[in-house]
């Protein structure tokens, strides 16, 4: 029951922190013990510090960020992450979980609107994003975790709401591009489930996923109209939990997702056809 306490009390904005803070003292081959020494221009911290970066439970200094950043030659990277997830770490904020997401071993998801940012593909993703190539890039480049070797890829679970399949987003031939796309990722072992609307599951509210790190914790995110949210509460774990499993038992086997998928870009072509007088 205490270490439950302990984990509500953490910031995911400071364990995101706290991981690449390890990692980079791991690249060095030092200890905690080791670099604490070395902190202060020697005068040396203790190593329970470190530790409690590390782990998420205390926000440094930005001047301690940025002696640590060169002592482990983190080229300027370490300080930037303090800036972006330390230095605002009193509440959960939207821009932490591309690194959360990074650091998954799996992803389970349910998009209620529109295709996860995980699967969009360019074209799909500039219309949502009004055209800002720069947002484009950026979401794009979130999709690498689906091909690097070290860490392996996280294992992932998508279901997508029937009517993603069929809201227009930036025309005829995105949407066609769009859910081709879904088709080929099904066929390559992708792990993308159709769910039938229905009006009466918990996952009506929003759109969430819930990524789990390699040491099992945690950390649960959902975009409202102003910006997106991280939780790590227990209490909020356990409500997206319920919802997941009741979306999950609404979902369609893999090879009826891909039927519905397929079907639904014949629906369209034929719908075209039609329109333009064509059998």
Sequence with gaps: ????????????????????????????????????????????????????????????????????????????????????????SAFPAWFDWVTVEGDAVMLASYSLAVVHGLLQVPSYAEAILHGDKDAVTARMSRQAIFTRSDPPP???????????????????????EQLEHLAAKIEDGMQIQIVPSDGTHL????????????????VAYVETIARGYTMAEPSDLVAFAKALRQVQGLALPLAQSLDEIRRTVERGSRQDRLAEGQP
């Excluded at 300027?76 to 972006?84: F, M, S, V």
């Excluded at 679970?157 to 995105?174: E, N, W």
């Excluded at 819930?210 to 945690?218: G, K, R, S, V, W």
Aim: proline share 3%; net charge neutral; aromatic share 6%.
């Design 154 to 176: 996280p294992d992932v679970s998508f279901l997508l709401d029937a009517q993603v399949l069929t809201r227009p987003v930036g025309g005829r031939d995105v949407m066609v």
């Design 1 to 88: 029951m205490s270490s439950r306490r302990r984990r509500s009390t953490t910031s995911p904005t400071l364990v995101a922190f706290g991981r690449r803070f390890r990692r980079f003292r791991d690249a060095k081959n030092l200890t905690q013990d080791a670099l604490a020494a070395r902190a202060h221009n020697g005068a040396g911290v203790k190593p329970q510090y470190i530790g409690a970066i590390e782990n998420g439970r205390a926000r440094c200094t930005e001047k301690f960020a940025a002696e640590m950043d060169e002592l482990l030659d983190a080229n300027g990277e370490l300080l930037n992450l303090w800036h972006d997830l330390a230095m605002d």
């Design 203 to 218: 996952g009506n509210t929003h759109s969430f996923t819930i990524a789990t790190l390699d040491d099992m914790q945690q």
